[in-house]
């Protein structure tokens, strides 16, 4: 779970390659299969960071393959 929001700070930060952001990704939700509570950690996260996963995930969903996801 660390990696996933690890990812999404380096996305702010100084970017973070799509591929990467998605796996994490893919491996938070194998961790937190409940939207639910994937929304709660989320948004604990975004609280004390300031930085949205959901923003963050739906820009690397919207993104071509290969491209550099800067927030």
């Given at each position: 779970?660390?990696?996933?929001?690890?990812?999404v700070?380096?996305?702010?930060?100084?970017?973070v390659s799509r591929e990467k952001l998605l796996?994490?990704?893919r491996r938070f939700k194998e961790i937190v299969p409940s939207i639910g509570e994937e929304k709660q950690l989320c948004g604990q996260f975004e609280k004390a960071s300031g930085f949205s996963?959901?923003?963050t995930i739906k820009q690397a969903k919207d993104?071509?393959?290969?491209?550099k996801i800067k927030m």
């Open positions: 779970m660390i990696y996933f929001f690890q990812c700070e380096e996305a702010y930060d100084k970017g796996a994490s990704y996963c959901y923003r993104t071509d393959q290969g491209q």
